[in-house]
């Protein structure tokens, strides 16, 4: 079964962190570029930082930049999302997911994402 499996999300403090991960299953992420995306409750879908297929380029929302850092081991079919110095506007749905369709453009429309996670929630707040 074409799965991924995120975990790691919990609740933390403002600037505290958690470590996000997401193994796939019944597939190689050699050939997908992968990304991390959140969902806040009645919002639009956000791309929080995807990473390239092939050379490992990233991106980064600018809401996240600095604090956020995705990465990928294609030999464990896991990418990872660390999350640090954590923010109470953090809080959310977050899941993983893999395409095909773009290399960096963190596009979070559905139609694009071939395969995907659900979720794993993260809660920040004091």
């Known amino acids: 079964q074409v799965q991924l499996v995120e975990s790691g999300g919990g609740s933390a403090q403002p600037g505290g962190s958690l470590s996000l991960s997401c193994p796939a299953h019944g597939f190689t992420l050699d050939d997908y570029a992968m990304g991390w995306f959140r969902h806040f409750p009645g919002k639009e879908r956000e791309g929080v930082s995807c990473?390239?297929?092939?050379?490992?380029?990233?991106y980064y929302a600018p809401s996240v930049k600095g604090r956020f850092t995705i990465s990928r081991d294609n030999a464990k079919k896991t990418v990872y999302l660390q999350m640090n110095n954590l923010k109470p506007e953090d809080t959310a749905l977050y899941y993983c997911a893999a395409t095909r369709v773009w290399e960096l453009t963190c596009d979070p429309e559905e139609r694009y994402l071939e395969v995907w996670g659900q979720g794993t929630l993260v809660t920040v707040s004091s």
């Open positions: 990473i390239s297929r092939s050379d490992g380029r990233t």
